[in-house]
């Protein structure tokens, strides 16, 4: 098995990735590392834990999921809520987000992050929610802008305005994903530039960037292609508008090669 490339030290990190534990655990300077929660919050033993265990004990630790449903009509799923306290409670992460979206029905999981409209309504819906996870979690919690394909004639805010105000109403902190906001940008025909010039740096605790699809006539966030050079412009911007904070590169095909995601860690850290 080759040895990685050297790893240049800053505030870019990875996400934690089964076929990738040999690689991290011969580098002892990953400067942050991002364990998927729902990949190990339910495990109760096994290789997995003790990979993520072991890796976690050696680096500071941000948690992201995908399985809340922050924005669901529906009654919150407070067992949820609970196991990722307990889970969180044993790594004491810096970050822990999941993203500003719905995801399912009672009957239907899609999947998927599907937006939602921008109005005072699901403001209302979304803060109410948050609540009730941070005063579970008894800690922050963080929200991340998503990529979208559709909007909503409904909406009154931009997401990022929307963001900033759950902020102001909650106490809750944003994960900007420059990728997403690059991809939304396109697909809807605005400025990203704009858009990261109307978040409040103050909410801001983490980002992430990482590579997309290019198709027939729109973007798609697919986190299986190296990071483009468009969305490097973008992300050096944003650290120069809202400074730094930690960073996690996004590539999510576990045939990756470890080599290209600590180049893109090492082109970040050269930022």
Partial sequence: MNSPLPLKSGIFGAGLRAAHYSFWHKI?????LEIMADNYMFLKGGPALYHMHSLAERTQVVIHGVGL???TAYSLNEEYCYALREFCNTLNPLVISDHLCFTASPTHNSFDLLPIPYTKETMSLICDHVNIVQDILKRQFSLENISSYVSYKESTYSEIEFLNEVCQK??????????NIYVSAKNHSYDPYAEIKKVNPIYVNQYHIAGHSVLNDHLFDTHDHLICQEVWNLMKWALKHIGKRPAIIERDDDSAPIDEIINEINMGNNL
């Fill in 28 to 32: 002892p300077d990953l400067p942050y």
């Fill in 69 to 71: 449903n922050i924005a």
């Fill in 170 to 179: 909650t106490g809750c902190g944003v994960l900007l994903d420059v990728n």
